[in-house]
């Protein structure tokens, strides 16, 4: 049934063109009268519901912030009582023992305070105020700091207690404190309710910030004695405004003056009592509303009149007299509106197309279409074509039309439709047969027709081609005649599976004259118009190929193709089965695991190729002295490893070793090179030690690594204390990471004498872990691991942090003291070290000058030019470096003359047995005139003994460290040792 080709009309002549226009035009000029609307009330009520969370925020943060200074007053007050009752039951006379300093001052300091006065202020009474606030401020200032920068007592006599110290250790001698804004605020005359009071923002130009104080009077038996202070800092209180993305917040005070936008406070140093001057914003319109709700906050609309283009709310901070706004442009949500507007336009845009769209299609569909293919089929029948065409019968008008034409035009076509129809068959017939014909005799598989007892009728020429035959010597010849001989009895099975199911497949075994191939055979039946078979087709495909590649693919699949012997899967294969003998008691069997010495050097030095050549030559010494029913493997780089069947002991499996360690005796020529080679084997025995494949793999690795570690060149049966090891090993790695995350380690920090003067020059820091059990894990039980797992360099950097934020705190206290961070191997290959010292440093404010970093000998050796310039980018970061232990690595002179070293330690044990052993006198003698000839600095470790620091004297070796003079302190124990600190 074909379909009817018609003439369409074009452009604007549809009628359902013209019709899907109109509707159109009329969907979109509705849809945008609409939606307009809808999107005027939207953006009213947004700004309504934005105005109402506006308010709501205000409020909150308002509450917050009001909060936040209530709570700082009660406990101000509540520290305030407490010094109160303490002054009233102290006698306030003491002995004037202190003596003033050159600048006519008399200042201390202590770890949790520090307290002035000038000299001529001091006597009996202040005297007594020191020592009583100095117990008080043991007390309270641990608390007061938890809530507060700083708390101080200003007594009327111009004497200060504060903590943190620092204030007290700068101040000038002649500061006086009646001109203070945070003392005279609350004296009798100011405050004559004693109240506590908040200052307004000023500069301290001690502690350089700016800050409110709030200032308490202290009253002893009805006299003003002085007063208590705490400061709260700008900045922490412009931390707490509310920060949200498109929401910006500010606060002024009672007179309008915008205080989180001034700038006067980024001035570098303006003088002390300097009050904060408000700047301007960014939009003036923000300091008229400002000024204008602080005048009359009850007149909010007059206020946010002034700023038309935005939505702002304000609300009252008590406590300290300002008010908080937070406040949104307009023009922000109006942007928002903005995008829908643009995206209703093309939603409406849209619609309307697609339902105009949809009208023309359905009025072409229904009507128009029908009613042209009509046409299209009365034309064809015209020009007399009696094909059926194909119409739609539905039962509306044009369907009935369509049916009475369907009718007429049958009637026709049936007439000739017969006789066309049985030439046609005949004619397929005949093509249908010569294609096959032609598709048998050029088909590129073998195909045979043979009777129904298999005897050959017709053989293609591929076949023939293909077995180097002709059709006349295999005619009426049976087909097993093609097989291979040893393929005879699959023949057999043929016949029977014929018989049974009358078709067969699988692969077979060609085989004429010399020839042999292997090919794919499907034999299928032909049947009769009965039914039954009257012959059988049978087609070969040459296979030969693929047999060929999965040989290949069983060699690459078990074999290693460098050396010929087995590979891991196979090694793993036959593991599995000694494992399963073992288990039914059949034998004994050891697993040795070989991994050759210094094979990496010969590979980088002479090549990769030499490589290969060293690995086959290592194959066939292995499998000269290994039996035949032992299986060796090389499981991957230099690794092999041995299967030895029937081992009843260890003493077989010792005498086998030491045989195959006999194969590595002699050297291995490579090319012009000859180099000697060694291995060390990791033996374990089943099932004595282990029955499972992954416990015995693991316990023969343990075992290698345990003779590489003795040594190399050597073998080492598996113990139950190398399992243990290895557990206790992983146990401290996890513990380690663990540590890391929990912050587990402290810093100890040992000083450095000068036996000069016995001043403290600098300390070094120590690493210490302290577990949560209170225990502290000794260094040498963890550095080891730590370093292999490379979880050192996290620890690393970690130290230097920490130390240069010690360091800044000894400065800042004007300790000029140096400090030195030993570095592990890891860290010093570390490319990324220089910038990550750059960084600590940049970070901390730590003075490059007083930092020295040691580091030993043997990390020099090896790739000396890297070395070399690691030290340099060291150097250009302005830090110092030392060498650690010298005496017991290399001490080679030319390397030291090359590397850009500042210091030299003497190791411990040249110093540890003076003055018993003249040995070590003179070595160490030697070492201090060589340091002083080469311009560098000389320390000595380990000095336990007064002869020690005797002799280390009288050869001008000054700097010494040691538990003669101190053991490692944490940094708050430091304070308490008699020496003085170079400052």
Request: charged share 20%.
């Amino acid at each position: 049934m074909k379909d009817v080709n018609f003439i369409k009309p074009t452009g604007m002549d549809s009628l359902g063109r013209k019709f899907a226009l109109v509707v159109f035009l009329a969907i979109v000029t509705a849809g945008f009268v609409i939606g307009y609307a809808v999107i005027l009330l939207q953006e009213a009520n947004e700004f309504e519901q934005q105005q109402i969370a506006l308010k709501h925020s205000a409020a909150n943060h308002a509450l917050q912030l009001n909060k936040n200074f209530l709570q700082k007053e009660q406990k101000a007050i509540a520290a305030n009582q407490v010094i109160s009752r303490s002054l009233s039951l102290a006698s306030l006379s003491g002995a004037t023992t202190m003596k003033a300093a050159a600048d006519g001052s008399i200042r201390v300091q202590d770890d949790y305070s520090g307290a002035f006065v000038a000299a001529q202020n001091y006597n009996t009474r202040v005297a007594a105020l020191f020592d009583k606030t100095d117990l008080l401020w043991q007390q309270l200032s641990p608390l007061m700091l938890q809530e507060f920068f700083n708390f101080y007592f200003i007594s009327k006599e111009q004497f200060i207690r504060i903590s943190p110290a620092d204030w007290a250790l700068q101040v000038s001698s002649e500061h006086d404190f009646n001109q203070d804004l945070f003392y005279n605020i609350v004296t009798p005359e100011q405050n004559p309710a004693r109240q506590p009071r908040w200052t307004p923002l000023y500069y301290d130009n001690i502690w350089k910030k700016w800050m409110t104080s709030l200032i308490i009077p202290v009253y002893v038996n009805d006299e003003f004695v002085g007063v208590t202070g705490t400061d709260f800092i700008l900045q922490d209180i412009l931390a707490m405004l509310p920060r949200q993305e498109g929401r910006h917040s500010m606060i002024f005070d009672s007179q309008g003056q915008i205080i989180s936008s001034a700038r006067q406070f980024l001035r570098t140093d303006p003088p002390m009592n300097t009050p904060l001057q408000a700047g301007e914003t960014s939009a003036d319109s923000l300091s008229q509303y400002a000024r204008q709700y602080a005048a009359n906050p009850r007149q909010i609309m007059q206020a946010q009149a002034l700023v038309p283009e935005k939505l702002i709310a304000t609300d009252v901070v008590e406590r300290a007299d300002w008010y908080l706004s937070v406040y949104v442009d307009k023009a922000d949500i109006a942007t928002a509106f903005s995008s829908v507007r643009s995206r209703l336009v093309l939603v409406f845009t849209a619609v309307a197309l697609l339902v105009a769209l949809f009208l023309q299609l359905v009025i072409y569909h229904f009507i128009l279409k029908r009613i042209n293919r009509l046409s299209g089929a009365i034309s064809r029948l015209s020009r007399g074509d009696l094909e059926q065409v194909q119409l739609d019968t539905q039962n509306d008008e044009i369907g009935l039309l369509n049916q009475a034409f369907g009718r007429m035009s049958d009637e026709i076509s049936t007439l000739v439709s017969g006789l066309n129809a049985r030439i046609e068959e005949k004619e397929q017939a005949e093509r249908s047969a010569r294609k096959l014909s032609k598709a048998v005799s050029f088909s590129s598989s073998g195909i045979v027709l043979t009777d129904q007892l298999l005897r050959i009728e017709y053989a293609n020429p591929f076949l023939t081609e293909m077995i180097g035959t002709t059709t006349e010597q295999i005619q009426l010849q049976p087909l097993g005649t093609l097989f291979a001989e040893e393929m005879h009895h699959v023949a057999e099975e043929i016949q029977q599976t014929l018989a049974e199911r009358q078709h067969w497949r699988g692969d077979m075994l060609l085989q004429h004259a010399e020839r042999q191939l292997w090919v794919s055979l499907a034999i299928a039946p032909i049947r009769d118009e009965k039914g039954g078979i009257s012959n059988y087709v049978c087609a070969m495909q040459d296979i030969s190929f693929i047999k060929q590649s999965q040989k290949k693919m069983e060699q690459l699949a078990y074999y290693d193709v460098l050396t010929g012997l087995a590979n891991r899967s196979y090694f793993r294969d036959q593991l599995r089965k000694a494992i399963a003998m073992s288990h039914r008691g059949y034998y004994s069997f050891a697993l040795l695991y070989f991994d050759l010495d210094e094979f990496k050097r010969i590979n980088d030095t002479l090549g990769h190729d030499a490589g290969d050549e060293l690995l086959k030559e290592v194959a066939k010494r292995l499998i000269s002295r290994l039996r035949e029913e032992d299986t060796i493997a090389r499981l991957g780089g230099d690794e092999f490893a041995v299967i030895l069947s029937g081992i009843t002991d260890r003493g077989q499996a010792s005498s086998i070793a030491a045989n195959l360690q006999q194969a590595f005796a002699a050297p291995v020529k490579l090319g012009n090179h000859e180099v000697s080679i060694s291995a060390s084997i990791g033996i374990t025995v089943a099932p004595e030690d282990a029955s499972e494949e992954e416990l015995l793999l693991k316990h023969a690795d343990l075992a290698m690594y345990e003779a590489k570690a003795r040594g190399k060149n050597t073998f080492h049966f598996f113990s139950h204390d190398l399992n243990e090891a290895a557990n206790e090993r992983l146990l401290i790695e996890n513990q380690l990471r663990e540590a890391i995350r929990e912050h587990q380690f402290l810093l100890y920090y040992q000083p450095k004498i000068d036996i000069r003067d016995n001043s403290i020059v600098g300390y070094e820091t120590l690493l210490r872990w302290l577990r949560p059990d209170n225990t502290l894990v000794p260094p040498l039980r963890f550095i080891g691991v730590a370093e292999s797992t490379g979880l050192i360099v996290q620890i690393g950097e970690w130290i230097i942090w920490e130390a240069c934020r010690f360091l800044s705190r000894q400065h800042s206290r004007g300790h000029n003291v140096t400090l030195s961070i030993n570095l592990s191997v890891r860290q010093f290959k570390d490319d990324n070290l220089p910038e990550i010292v750059e960084r600590i440093l940049l970070r901390t404010g730590a003075n490059p000058a007083f930092l020295i970093f040691e580091i030993t000998e043997s990390m020099l050796m090896g790739d000396t030019d890297a070395a070399i310039n690691q030290l340099n980018q060291l150097k250009r970061l302005g830090v110092s470096l030392s060498i650690d232990d010298f005496g017991t690595g290399y001490s080679s002179l030319s390397y030291l003359k090359r590397f850009p070293v500042d210091e030299l330690k003497i190791d411990r044990s040249f110093v540890k047995d003076i003055p018993d052993d003249r040995n070590d006198m003179d070595i160490v003698a030697a070492i201090i005139a060589m340091a002083q000839k080469m311009n560098l600095r000389v320390v000595a470790e380990g000095v336990e003994t007064a002869e020690q620091v005797e002799f280390l004297r009288k050869n001008a070796c000054y700097q010494v460290q040691g538990y003669y003079f101190s053991m490692p302190l944490a940094e708050q124990e430091l304070s308490r040792l008699n020496y003085v600190v170079n400052s």
